[in-house]
């Protein structure tokens, strides 16, 4: 029998991958395609004054060299969804609103020509001094009208009053820094034109949006483009959104006539597709003696560029999580001569690390277990929709299994109580949670023909995840078909359309399309087969026919069979259905955190030696991919708490560690015991996508703060401005 919906199948597209067989955008080969490498800005405020591109012209191999002064004009694009840069396009003007914005694009025979002829681009400014402090513009810092999930200043209840009849208060603050996405995989892009017909072959978690977003900057029509992304490697949010680089380079392929290949370097990566900005959080927070919370006040201020001022980093945790009466939540906005941010993996943790924290340092000011505290103000309805019950919602069995699995119970909750000699050893908990969905789904189109076999074509992605797999899954269980016999086809703006592979949105997205196209066949199939008059089926009630492993048989008489394959044929032509989008419901993932650490007193060296998470994501669809999902959260929370960190010269404006030798990421001396779990029960306000619910940035949202409060447990000493360092540790003695 073929593996069914929530098994830990293997990825299907393994075998291609490791055998090189997956072609990533970067690996595509075009014949006489030219190769272009990017001059970026050395100046961060400023305007150029004069550019020589003289003796790169002049350098071997080179074709063609692109500034402002000879750049084909590009329109702004106005798609609603498609780029959050609208304001500014590159190399259409001679303003500098950041270090890195490109100024030049060379085009050459081959990248290392390209590369070369860049080096000798000249260019003169003249500059201002740049704000690129977030601590120091703290005062510009204003309220933008709309984020990316709705208003930035919402009031539920009187916090004013609830925070009057509090008992005990917390009045803390946070920092995090700018973070980079750093996917494997760098961006690319190759633009072929076949006279008026544009082909992008893309880095992108989001193929329609960039077919939107190129025709509407080209001005051709969107039938005209077709974008291509078979494989990613890694998107973490970086792809989402339309970049210049992706314009500029399908811009250029068209005047010169030739198609054009770009691949960003590292380095160029840091200012060209975006980042988790930089941000300050102040969170007040009431309670009364026996932990009730009375009020919530969380203000937390983000970098922005000069050019827009979009958030990516939502509060959503702090309005939903808890059933607090008397709530605040405002996003403010400084607006920095830094490249623009962008959605990043996980984006409520900012957020939730504030608040997790901050609930930590409530604790134990009131005396009380930090799981106890949470089960105290348990919201059993959605707190931020008048109380309108969740589809379900089983956190509290989160709560229960992974205190058990930690061994919670035999925590000692004093600070500095626990030791392995003279190693600190600190426990830390914190409650995880995502919201995915609330948005249009996705169309699918699936073709059985005589072979036996179905093609299912979603123009989806699959950014790392698994979506190869998992749909291939649900549309094997939809079908009756065994996985083998089902070829899941994405990556191609010519199949059915579907939104951006982002916000935990694809699993009951094109999952709920996938499920709708794949039943709707089926029961084509079984029509098919009872109308037949040479089918051993042939009268047989429709509803009484079973299709399972590619055969059809009666469920009172299994001996009466058919195959798929033998239905198909003698139907003479391929069976074929379609799905058109439904509405994804909004969906809320969540999960309790609980971690381990041990720290050197005398080097302030912090080990991670145990993470655990117990989660409630609907149905599971696949227990391998699905932990794999959990396990990269709680790899990135290490990275997030303790080492990730983008440095700025704030005298320059300049990013100074573009790259994997200055910006720590956890590697696998970093990450020790994961033990994941999960509730695994359908939700039933999703049963289009089989009961699933969106996850896969649900776990880093609790993960950091449990980690960060394992680090106080251990040491005593709250480190409130992340990445917690050595030196932060060892400050005035704090861990001896």
């Known amino acids: 029998m073929s593996p069914t919906v929530g098994s830990p199948l293997a990825r299907v597209d ?65 798609a609603q969804g498609t780029a959050y840069w609208k304001r500014v396009v590159p ?23 390209a590369q070369h002829a860049a080096s000798l681009v000249r260019v003169s400014y003249d500059t201002r001094p740049p704000q690129a402090s ?8 204003y309220v933008p009208q709309a984020g990316l999930k709705g208003p930035n200043d919402i009031t539920r209840g009187d916090p004013a009053a609830g925070m009057a009849q509090a008992d005990v208060r917390v009045d803390v603050s946070y920092t995090t820094p700018m973070h980079h996405h750093n996917a494997l995989e760098p961006s690319a892009t190759t633009a072929v034109w076949d006279s008026e017909k544009l082909t992008v072959y893309e880095t992108a978690q989001g193929i329609n949006a960039t ?26 949010g970086a792809k989402g959104p339309v970049w210049p680089h992706t314009l500029i380079t399908a811009a250029i392929a068209r005047e010169l006539r030739r198609p054009v290949k770009l691949v960003l370097s590292r380095a160029h990566a840091y200012t060209s597709h975006g980042h988790r900005p930089e941000t300050h959080q102040r969170l007040r927070i009431g309670a009364k003696r ?40 405002t996003q403010r906005a400084v607006k920095l001569h830094l490249p623009a941010p962008s959605m990043m993996r996980s984006p409520e943790v900012v957020a939730s690390h504030g608040l997790e924290t901050a609930l930590d340092e409530l604790s134990y000011e009131l005396g009380m277990d930090p799981v106890e505290l949470r089960l105290r103000n348990y919201a059993s309805d959605n707190p931020d929709d008048d109380g309108t019950p969740f589809g379900s919602k089983h956190l509290k069995e989160c709560y229960r299994r992974g205190a058990d699995t930690f061994g919670w119970h035999k925590r000692d909750p004093r600070p500095r109580s626990m030791r392995d000699g003279d190693t600190l050893i600190g426990w830390g908990m914190a409650t995880a949670a995502h919201t995915a969905g609330g948005r249009p789904g996705a169309d699918a189109r699936v073709v059985i023909s005589a072979s036996g076999k179905a093609a299912v074509q979603v123009a989806t992605h699959d950014i790392g995840t698994g979506t190869y797999t998992v749909m291939s899954q649900v549309a094997a269980e939809s079908l009756g078909l065994e996985v ?63 299709v399972e492993d590619g055969a059809l048989y009666d469920s009172d008489r299994p001996t009466r069979r058919d195959t798929v394959r033998a239905v198909v044929t003698r139907h003479g032509e391929p069976v074929e259905a379609t799905a058109d989008p439904v509405f994804i419901p909004p969906g809320y993932s969540t999960g309790a955190c609980f971690a381990e650490v041990r720290i050197n007193p005398w080097l302030g060296q912090v080990r991670v030696t145990r993470t655990h998470g117990y989660f409630d994501a609907g149905r599971v669809l696949n227990h391998r991919t699905l932990r794999s ?5 709680a790899v990135w929370a290490v990275g997030f708490t303790l080492s990730e960190h983008t440095m700025v010269d704030q005298r320059l404006g300049r990013i100074v560690n573009p790259n994997l030798s200055g910006y720590l990421v956890p590697v696998n001396a970093d990450v020790a015991e994961i033990r994941m779990g999960f509730v695994d029960k359908p939700d039933p306000a999703n049963l289009d996508a089989l009961g699933a619910r969106g996850f896969g940035e649900t776990p880093m949202t609790g993960m950091t703060a449990a980690i960060g409060n394992a680090v106080y447990h251990a040491t005593g000493r ?17 861990a001896r």
């Open 290 to 329: 026996d932990g009730t919370l009375t009020a919530i006040e969380h203000v937390t201020t983000s970098q922005v560029s000069r050019t827009e001022d979009l958030l990516f980093n939502t509060s959503e945790p702090t309005r939903m999580l808890y059933a607090c009466p008397n709530v605040q939540v």
């Open 629 to 633: 999902q959990a396990v990269g959260g």
């Open 211 to 236: 077919k939107a977003t190129v025709a509407d900057a080209l001005r051709v029509p969107p039938a005209n483009v077709r974008v291509l992304s078979r494989f990613l490697g890694g998107g973490f």
């Open 134 to 141: 977030l601590a120091d513009a703290m005062d510009e810092a």
């Open 91 to 113: 190399l259409q003007n001679a303003d500098i609103h950041h270090s890195g914005q490109p100024v030049a694009y060379v085009v050459a025979e081959n990248l290392d020509q």
């Open 484 to 546: 083998d016999d089902v070829d899941f086809e994405l990556g191609d703006t010519a199949y059915p359309f579907a939104f951006v592979s982002a916000a935990s949105a694809t699993v009951p997205g094109v999952g709920a399309a996938v499920n709708r196209a794949c039943t709707t066949a089926r029961r084509a199939l079984i029509g098919i087969a009872v109308a037949d008059t040479r089918s051993p089926l042939h009268a047989v009630p429709a509803d009484r026919v079973t």
């Open 718 to 734: 709250r480190v409130r401005d992340l990445p917690i360092t050595r030196d932060k540790i060892l400050e005035e003695g704090g």
């Open 14 to 78: 393994g075998r291609a991958k490791v055998t090189g067989a997956a072609t990533y955008t970067a690996d595509t080969e075009i014949r006489g395609a030219l190769h272009g490498f990017l001059v970026l800005s050395t100046v961060a405020n400023g305007r150029i004054t004069g550019i020589d591109v003289r003796d790169a012209e002049r350098s071997p191999g080179v074709v063609a060299v692109f500034t402002h002064q000879n750049m084909p004009e590009l329109a702004v694009p106005t």
